[in-house]
């Protein structure tokens, strides 16, 4: 990303459906999801998650973690093909079921100030911005998008993968 968007141009990642599989990441209990996911642990340890044999697959599966998403290749291309910035990915390994395709634990690199709640709304001061396109506010572990960010995984046609509008306003 080159030029700092609008905040009220920003959108969250999340899942579509909550009825797709679920993943049980194994092994960041003594950090924290949000450690995880900010790509705050200096030693990552080697990670596994536990399948159930069946269910619905999909290009991003929820864990137990409500901030941790494992994703397939396919979404990791987009974020490729488009050069996003802001984000890592560790790749886990996947016990109990063989039809899992191949994933890797999204891991978001960019960085916002906090999210302000005042009473009524949520604001971001556009100035706390590092410039990424995928972005982890300073007290909250929703995942932001730029505007290209967005386009690109709104456009791509991935399963069980949402893009909504952030629903915040710039603070001063």
Do not use: H, K
């Amino acid at each position: 990303m080159t030029t700092l968007p609008s905040v009220g141009d920003l959108s969250r990642l999340d899942l579509l459906d909550y009825s797709f599989m679920r993943l049980d990441l194994l092994g960041i209990d003594r950090y924290g999801g949000r450690a995880a996911l900010a790509d705050e642990i200096s030693s990552m340890p080697d990670l596994v998650a536990d399948a159930p044999p069946r269910g619905r697959l999909a290009d991003i599966f929820g864990t137990l973690w409500a901030e941790v998403y494992l994703v397939t290749d396919r979404f990791l291309d987009v974020l490729r093909s488009e050069q996003l910035a802001g984000w890592s990915a560790v790749r886990v390994t996947v016990n109990g079921n063989p039809s899992v395709p191949p994933v890797s634990m999204l891991q978001v690199t960019g960085r916002c100030g906090p999210i302000l709640t005042p009473g009524i709304g949520r604001y971001l001061n556009p100035g706390t911005l590092d410039g990424s396109d995928l972005f982890v506010p300073a007290n909250e572990s929703t995942i932001l998008l730029s505007p290209t960010a967005t386009a690109a995984l709104s456009q791509a046609n991935l399963v069980n993968v949402e893009v909504e509008p952030a629903g915040l306003e710039p603070s001063e």
